[in-house]
């Protein structure tokens, strides 16, 4: 079964038991896996969802007056972002079982904003379901992270990923040319798939070479650039994206 199916069906299980937990922390980017687990909660048709209820109909451009879609104005969330959205879930539901309130980059929410939403994740209003999305659990301050349960997406696969002929010149050229912050990101990860393929095929094949730049690491360094790239994604928000690459391509013997 596929990790997105996976988190399905966790869902649809908790929702047959009637055991949905009332917050959660979503770690990734995979909106359109998030989506599908709204509807899960808030579909009344099936135990998964159907698909073609109006729920789920306007659930399918996050679009529908039981839930409401927090994210920065300019570079956080604000306080009055979040004073709307706690007044948002303390009335009652139009049509859906449920008020959803989802947090994009919940990792830039002020220190006020988060101070305030503590009350409500705490005790969050009956009939209500908060999500918030962050790209990595560390950005979040401690004390949020403690009243939310916690679901890592599984990456986008088809995401941005790039060849590994693509990855090889750039860690040949040792220059990113794109300083966004997001885009390294997306590189990363495609680099920590593509590392994490060959160590499936090193395992498949019982070490044999296969053929590209990455084939020339054995099974020891390939954990170890694996282990090295997590930390760098981890510190990618803050890191000198041309030195990091440079780190990467000595790493991974790419001269």
């Not at 908790?14 to 922390?25: A, H, M, R």
């Not at 170890?224 to 990467?248: C, D, H, M, P, R």
Request: overall charge positive; some cysteine; proline content about 4%.
């Amino acid at each position: 079964m596929k990790p997105e199916e996976k988190i399905i069906s966790y869902f649809s299980a908790l929702k047959q038991k009637k055991i949905i937990g009332p917050s959660y922390i979503f770690i990734g980017e995979n909106l359109s896996l998030i989506g599908r687990l709204l509807k899960i909660i808030n579909c009344q048709e099936t135990s998964k969802y159907c698909g073609q209820c109006w729920s789920c109909k306007r659930l399918d451009d996050f679009k529908h007056p039981d839930l409401l879609v927090v994210e920065p104005e300019g570079v956080s969330i604000k306080i009055n972002q979040i004073r709307q959205a706690i007044r948002f879930l303390s009335r009652s539901s139009y049509l859906a079982p449920k008020k959803i309130l989802l947090v994009k980059d919940a990792q830039k929410l002020t220190a006020e904003a988060a101070n305030l939403f503590l009350k409500t994740l705490e005790e969050p209003p009956n009939n209500s379901f908060i999500g918030l999305i962050c790209p990595k659990l560390e950005d979040i301050l401690p004390t949020i992270i403690s009243r939310c349960r916690k679901i890592y997406l599984p990456y986008l696969e088809n995401k941005a990923i790039k060849s590994e002929d693509d990855v090889e010149a750039i860690l040949r050229s040792g220059y990113f040319g794109s300083q966004k912050r997001k885009d390294f990101s997306l590189f990363l990860e495609s680099l920590i798939i593509l590392l994490h393929k060959r160590l499936k095929s090193k395992i498949s094949y019982a070490g044999q070479p296969g053929s590209g730049f990455l084939s020339s690491l054995d099974f020891k360094e390939t954990i170890t650039a694996l282990e090295n790239l997590f930390k760098i994604y981890q510190a990618s928000g803050t890191v000198n994206i041309n030195l990091a690459i440079n780190l990467i391509k000595m790493g991974l013997k790419c001269s």
